[in-house]
C-alpha cells in the first residue's frame, strides 16, 4: 500500500521560514516524480513544485520561485519543501503527491502551513 | 500560462441520474507528438485529498468505477457521471499535464438534488 506522510506544517510569522517533509512507503520512490500542491481554505488546487527523479531537474509554480525550494532525497524515501520569506497568501494545506510524471496517483493527506502575525 | 476554466462551479443531481461537468483550456493540450490528450481528473471528498480518477482524457484508473467516463479533445474536455451515486459527492477538477506551469480548473462541486 502506497503511504505519503507529510510533516513540518505549522503557525509561522510573514517573513518566516518552514520546511515541510514527506515520507514515502509502498512505491519505488527513485523512480517516481514527487511534487508539492496546496489548498488555500475553502479555494481550489494550486500546483507548487514539481522534481523529477534524480533531484536535478525542478520546477516552480511562479509565485513561489526564490522563495521555496523542492528536494528529495532517494536513500530515505523523502522529499522536502523549504519555504522562505512566508507570505499571508502562502497559508493552506500543503499536499505531497506522486506520479510519473506531471500529474499524480498517489497523495498524502496534507500538512497546514499558516502564515500570520 | 494555460488557463482552465470548468463549469458548472456546482450541480445538483438527483440519485442515478446524469451529472456532466466540463473543462476547457485556453489553448490546445493535445500533443502533436504522441496524439494524446494531457488533462486528467481528480475527485476530492471533503477531508480528504484528490484522488485521480482519470488521465489522458479519457483513461479510467484501476478501480474507478465504469459509471466514470472522461471524453473530449483539444481545449474542450468532459466528465461524466452516468448514475449518480451518494459516494460520488465530491468536489471535481481537471488538470492540463501539457506544459508548466501546470493548472487546475477551479473545481465543480457535486450535490445529491
Known amino acids: 500500500e502506497v503511504q505519503l506522510v507529510e510533516s513540518g506544517g505549522g503557525l509561522v510569522q510573514p517573513g518566516g521560514s518552514l520546511r515541510l517533509s514527506c515520507a514515502a512507503s509502498g512505491i519505488t520512490f527513485k523512480n517516481y516524480w514527487m511534487t508539492w500542491v496546496r489548498q488555500a481554505p475553502g479555494k481550489g488546487l494550486e500546483w507548487v513544485a514539481t522534481i523529477k527523479q534524480d533531484g536535478d531537474n525542478k520546477y516552480y509554480v511562479d509565485s513561489v520561485k526564490g522563495r521555496f525550494t523542492v528536494s528529495r532525497d532517494n536513500a530515505k524515501n523523502s522529499q522536502y519543501l523549504q519555504m522562505n520569506s512566508l507570505r499571508v497568501e502562502d497559508t493552506a494545506v500543503y499536499f505531497c503527491?506522486?506520479?510519473?510524471?506531471?500529474?499524480?496517483?498517489?497523495w498524502g493527506q496534507g500538512t497546514p502551513v499558516t502564515v500570520s502575525s | 500560462d494555460i488557463v482552465m476554466t470548468q463549469s458548472p462551479d456546482s450541480l445538483a443531481v438527483s440519485l442515478g441520474e446524469r451529472a456532466t461537468i466540463n473543462c476547457r483550456s485556453s489553448?490546445?493540450?493535445?500533443?502533436?507528438?504522441?496524439?494524446?490528450?494531457?488533462l486528467v481528473w481528480y475527485q476530492q471528498k471533503p477531508g480528504q485529498p484528490p484522488k485521480l480518477l482519470i488521465s489522458w482524457a479519457s483513461t479510467r484508473e484501476s478501480g474507478v468505477p465504469e459509471r466514470f467516463t472522461g471524453s473530449g479533445s483539444g481545449t474542450d474536455f468532459t466528465l461524466t457521471i452516468s448514475s449518480l451515486q451518494p459516494e460520488d459527492v465530491a468536489v471535481y477538477y481537471c488538470q492540463q499535464c501539457h506544459s508548466s506551469p501546470l493548472t487546475f480548473g477551479g473545481g465543480t462541486k457535486v450535490e445529491i438534488k
Open positions: 503527491a506522486g506520479g510519473w510524471g506531471w500529474f499524480w496517483d498517489s
Open positions: 489553448q490546445s493540450i493535445l500533443s502533436s507528438s504522441d496524439n494524446k490528450n494531457y
